[in-house]
């Protein structure tokens, strides 16, 4: 079911959603019986009880690529645009708080996709990786981020978006999207 980060005052904030995830964050993911909260414990949950399509490559050299920029993306950007952070700088510093912070993590993501990439970040098989990229970029786009200093992200992102799967998955075409913000 979605939840509306800032209706209601944060839906996320409701009893029954922090019975999913007592942290108070999207993502949660009820499944198997379980419910399991963070995106990447339940990238890598889906990836050893669903592994087709695979999201992590055999070799393990691209293997620990992958989890290195996943990792950069969802602990090293991502974080620091989250509403609760955004909350504290301050409703006058909120846009050039979150620029800051993307283009901080883009100015290194940049210099490691160009030794990574093929197609998509790490090689030419969509990875955990891509699936971490997707949204920041989407991100990035709404904090009217400037991503000409960013060709390879930019290429793999667009490269991303020709997929069914990240086109339908896109923050602009979700059922809780507002009418201004959808594509």
């Known amino acids: 079911m979605p939840i509306h980060l800032t209706k209601d005052g944060g ?21 198997d019986g379980i419910t399991i909260g963070q995106s990447l414990a339940i990238i890598e949950y889906l990836e050893e009880t669903r592994p087709t399509p695979p999201l992590l490559p055999q070799d ?20 620091l645009q989250n509403l609760s952070v955004l909350k504290e700088v301050g409703q006058e510093n909120q846009l050039p708080w979150a620029q800051k912070a993307i283009i901080s993590g883009f100015d290194a993501l ?14 030419d098989q969509v990875s955990m990786a891509d699936l971490c990229l997707a949204p920041q970029v989407a991100n990035a786009e709404r904090f009217k981020v400037d991503l000409t ?9 667009k490269t991303l978006l020709a997929l069914e799967a990240f086109r339908v998955s896109h923050p602009c075409r979700q059922p809780d999207t507002p009418a201004e913000l959808r594509a």
Not at 11 to 31: D, G, R
Not at 149 to 157: A, E, H
């Open 11 to 31: 839906q996320q904030f409701s009893e029954e959603f922090q019975a999913l995830n007592p942290m108070k964050q999207v993502p949660a993911l009820k499944i």
């Open 60 to 79: 393990p050299k691209k293997r620990a690529s992958v989890r290195m920029i996943s990792d950069l993306i969802t602990a090293g950007i991502q974080p």
């Open 110 to 123: 940049e210099r490691i996709l160009q030794s990574t990439a093929g197609k998509y970040c790490v090689g």
């Open 149 to 157: 200093p960013y060709p390879t992200i930019s290429r793999i992102n």
